[in-house]
């Protein structure tokens, strides 16, 4: 983890494999080091809409994977109604719709930012749907012809699409995309 200027979202990953391990195992200590780090760490990588800061479409689905399945677990093991369970939940739906809005007919509209090596943007999808079939695709969401959320923008005519970003600041100043 690059700390607040970096863009490395990993230290989500890290808490992810913290809470599915610290839930397998029962061991409590994983499970809120891993909530520690949820708390610390979520609020400064996605942003009040939902976006992840570094404004990457394809981590956005990535990124809200490993959200959903530490939510998942934690439900498991605490609850839907624990704390920690609430809390991830707020980061899910926001997560949620705004990879919604990157997305038509359950494809990425366009590659924003990094691409994973690790997975290709229709994998990451194909888990969404798979795994977490009540998140994705997302459902009730709007279909107006202009959207904005955390400076993305989406303009919509007919099946004509135009998706983008102008990221407010000077954040990433190293590591634009």
């Not at 981590?59 to 991830?88: C, H, M, P, T």
């Not at 997975?119 to 977490?132: D, G, I």
């Not at 600041?169 to 590591?175: C, D, E, I, M, Q």
Request: aromatic share 10%; charged share 20%; with cysteine.
């Amino acid at each position: 983890y690059y700390g607040l200027r970096g863009t490395n979202n990993h230290i989500v990953n890290n808490a992810r494999a913290l809470a599915l391990a610290g839930v397998a195992m029962g061991n409590e200590l994983a499970i809120s080091t891993a909530m520690k780090i949820f708390r610390e760490c979520l609020p400064l990588l996605i942003l009040s809409d939902g976006f992840l800061r570094e404004r990457s479409s394809h981590y956005q689905l990535i990124v809200l994977n490993w959200v959903l399945d530490a939510w998942r677990f934690i439900i498991a093991y605490k609850g839907v109604a624990s704390e920690d369970a609430n809390y991830l939940s707020g980061y899910v739906e926001r997560m949620a719709s705004a990879a919604n809005m990157l997305c038509m007919d359950n494809r990425l509209l366009a590659v924003v930012g990094d691409v994973s090596p690790d997975v290709t943007p229709a994998e990451s999808l194909s888990r969404l749907s798979r795994l977490y079939p009540e998140f994705w695709p997302v459902t009730g969401e709007s279909t107006r012809r202009l959207e904005l959320k955390d400076g993305w923008f989406k303009v919509s005519v007919g099946d004509e699409v135009i998706l983008g970003n102008f990221p407010g600041g000077s954040y990433p100043p190293l590591f634009l995309t």
